[in-house]
């Protein structure tokens, strides 16, 4: 009777944890640097302060790396995130992050047999636990980053670029507006037009669903199994002595 404790095999995914991490982090300051050297930088192009090879033509922001790209008539001129070396940096951030996390969140969906150096043994209910902090962790940064990037749709799709400041009857139009990626357009009285969020920002936010949902799988089968093994040990035919 009560919860069993026999262990169960789990892939030693410590090591992946430890380098994405480290290359979250190097993708956070990275991005800092993109984004610091990403203000004003249309406003200067514009001004002609940025000159390029010919006239120039338009004014772009790129998603990722993080950069604003002013095209002239003979080539681009991109801030300091579409560069080398920090775009370098950022992509290879990138990758070591996402392969990292990707491939530790996959093993958690898997039981092996434990015996070799790469598989520790580990009880269903310490998988549970490992696997719904997992899953909490990578949801909770989902929930916040939507909630950062679409809280405006959320409480208004048809007016949600009128969300935040005092227009009175000059308010933007809200076009197009989608939940997934959280995006509107915003055209204004004048005729301009604006993306709601950065481009960069919405599609970093559908993301990180693609880990959180990783996360869920990964939970929800932990817990499948915890609850299987709990009904074989409380199962009165397993659990009777033999002989009775």
Request: with cysteine; proline share 7%.
């Amino acid at each position: 009777m009560g919860e069993t404790t026999v262990s169960r095999g789990a892939y030693r995914t410590d090591p992946l944890w430890a380098v994405a991490g480290i290359c979250l982090s190097a993708l956070v300051v990275c991005s800092f640097l993109a984004l610091f050297g990403m203000m004003e930088f249309d406003e200067r192009c514009e001004q002609g302060i940025i000159r390029g090879p010919g006239a120039l033509g338009d004014v772009r922001q790129q998603a990722f790396p993080p950069a604003t790209v002013c095209e002239f008539a003979g080539g681009d001129v991109t801030s300091v995130g579409g560069r080398w070396p920090l775009a370098a940096l950022l992509w290879l951030a990138m990758a070591g992050f996402v392969g990292c996390l990707l491939v530790a969140l996959v093993a958690e969906c898997f039981e092996p047999v434990p015996g070799r150096d790469h598989i520790v043994p580990m009880t269903r209910a310490a998988k549970l636990r490992r696997t719904g902090t997992a899953f909490f962790v990578t949801g909770a940064v989902f929930a916040g980053a939507y909630a950062l990037t679409g809280w405006r749709l959320l409480t208004g799709p048809s007016s949600a670029c009128a969300k935040g400041a005092d227009w009175g009857s000059q308010a933007p139009q809200t076009l197009d507006p989608s939940f997934l990626p959280p995006q509107a357009t915003c055209r204004y009285t004048s005729g301009t037009t604006a993306r709601l969020n950065p481009d960069w920002l919405a599609s970093l936010t559908v993301e990180l669903a693609v880990p959180a949902l990783l996360a869920g799988v990964g939970f929800a089968l932990a817990w499948w199994r915890w609850r299987q093994e709990r009904r074989a040990a409380n199962s009165p035919l397993l659990s009777a002595p033999h002989g009775v």
